[in-house]
């Protein structure tokens, strides 16, 4: 059964995309993985990492995005005639074994899942609108990827920044998170604010029928200027290991590339587009030291 990891950082910018797609492609081309990425941002970065625009403007054409699972769940059709197997696409950027689901602009209607579960709680009895908001949160991503949780070794889901509700279902979702940060004051308040959030979604459900047990893989530094050498990026540093175990930080830190933002534009990761590039070889060396962290766990 697959290993479910959110991607996540209350703060955007970070680099949660950029670690995700590259991650997952290492995971396959270079060990031999079976990976599913799930796009879970309406930016859609992640799908227009691993796919061109006119590759994800027929897929959202045929309704082979995620929004369509979402709907059936909000909405749930008899007459559906697609499945999760349906729309997920398989050997992305011509790699075996590294498969995405798309995301879409458009996941879903929040006003649809707020009445649906308003009717839900009125029809229960005794239970109030947040038990059963709880509930909906904690099994939607579940429910979406139960169907195929033997078909991968890992599923890597790339969080919109901020806590919505994708966001939170998919914490409740996954065994373990990954948290990249710059090296910047914000990015350190965003990893701040996620901690006491997942803390406080922890205690939400401890009682439910899905408690959460999520682990932290570990903290990796996305660099965005300056190297590991620059006095303030490892005064920055400093401060995030004084709050986190030494277990809960990665040693390999992605370096600024200009090779990875140029991948962008070939809707590739770096280490498929340029493999000898120094981000590629980060990439490589992190997802190495991603496989021993989990393993520890495991």
Same mark, same amino acid.
């Given at each position: 059964?697959?290993?479910?990891?959110?991607?996540?950082?209350?703060?955007?910018?970070?680099?949660?995309? $950029? +670690?995700?797609?590259n991650?997952?492609?290492?995971? @396959?081309?270079y060990?031999? #993985? &079976?990976?599913?990425?799930?796009d %879970?941002?309406?930016?859609?970065?992640? $799908? +227009?990492?691993?796919?061109?625009?006119?590759?994800? @403007?027929?897929?959202?054409? #045929? &309704?082979?995005?995620?929004?369509? %699972?979402?709907?059936?769940?909000?909405?749930?059709?008899?007459?559906?005639?697609?499945d999760?197997?349906?729309?997920?696409?398989?050997?992305?950027?011509?790699?075996?074994? %590294?498969?995405?689901?798309?995301?879409?602009?458009?996941?879903?209607?929040?006003?649809?899942?707020?009445?649906?579960?308003?009717?839900e709680?009125?029809?229960?009895?005794?239970?109030?609108?947040?038990?059963?908001?709880?509930?909906?949160?904690?099994v939607?991503?579940?429910?979406?990827?139960?169907?195929?949780?033997?078909?991968?070794?890992?599923?890597?889901?790339?969080?919109?920044?901020?806590?919505n509700?994708?966001?939170?279902?998919?914490?409740?979702?996954?065994?373990?998170?990954?948290?990249?940060?710059?090296?910047?004051?914000?990015?350190i308040?965003g990893i701040?604010?996620?901690?006491?959030?997942?803390?406080?979604?922890?205690?939400?459900?401890?009682?439910?029928?899905?408690?959460?047990?999520?682990?932290?893989?570990?903290?990796?530094?996305?660099?965005?200027?300056?190297g590991?050498l620059?006095?303030?990026?490892?005064?920055?540093?400093?401060?995030?290991?004084?709050?986190?175990q030494?277990h809960?930080?990665?040693?390999?830190?992605?370096?600024?590339?200009?090779?990875?933002?140029?991948?962008?534009?070939?809707?590739?990761?770096?280490?498929?587009?340029?493999p000898?590039?120094?981000?590629?070889?980060a990439?490589?060396?992190?997802?190495?030291?991603?496989?021993?962290?989990?393993?520890?766990?495991?």
């Amino acid at each position: 059964m697959a290993l479910v990891i959110s991607t996540v950082n209350m703060k955007g910018g970070v680099g949660k995309t $950029t +670690l995700t797609v590259n991650l997952a492609t290492c995971l @396959a081309k270079y060990h031999q #993985k &079976r990976v599913l990425v799930l796009d %879970l941002d309406a930016q859609i970065s992640a $799908t +227009l990492s691993l796919m061109s625009p006119h590759e994800f @403007a027929q897929t959202r054409k #045929k &309704r082979k995005t995620l929004s369509y %699972l979402i709907d059936n769940i909000i909405q749930p059709n008899p007459h559906s005639k697609l499945d999760i197997f349906d729309i997920i696409c398989p050997a992305v950027c011509d790699v075996e074994g %590294l498969e995405l689901l798309p995301g879409d602009i458009e996941l879903y209607d929040e006003y649809l899942v707020s009445e649906m579960l308003h009717k839900e709680a009125q029809l229960n009895e005794g239970i109030n609108f947040e038990s059963v908001w709880n509930k909906f949160e904690s099994v939607l991503i579940k429910k979406i990827l139960d169907p195929v949780m033997d078909e991968y070794d890992f599923v890597i889901m790339d969080c919109a920044p901020g806590y919505n509700l994708l966001t939170r279902s998919a914490i409740a979702a996954s065994n373990f998170y990954l948290l990249p940060a710059r090296p910047e004051p914000l990015s350190i308040v965003g990893i701040q604010l996620l901690e006491r959030r997942i803390a406080k979604l922890k205690e939400s459900h401890k009682n439910s029928e899905y408690p959460l047990k999520i682990n932290l893989v570990g903290v990796v530094f996305i660099m965005s200027g300056g190297g590991l050498l620059s006095r303030y990026y490892n005064q920055v540093m400093r401060r995030v290991k004084e709050d986190f175990q030494p277990h809960q930080l990665f040693n390999n830190n992605i370096p600024m590339d200009v090779n990875v933002a140029k991948a962008v534009d070939s809707f590739m990761p770096v280490v498929s587009a340029m493999p000898s590039s120094q981000g590629s070889k980060a990439f490589l060396k992190f997802a190495e030291e991603f496989l021993q962290k989990v393993a520890l766990y495991v």
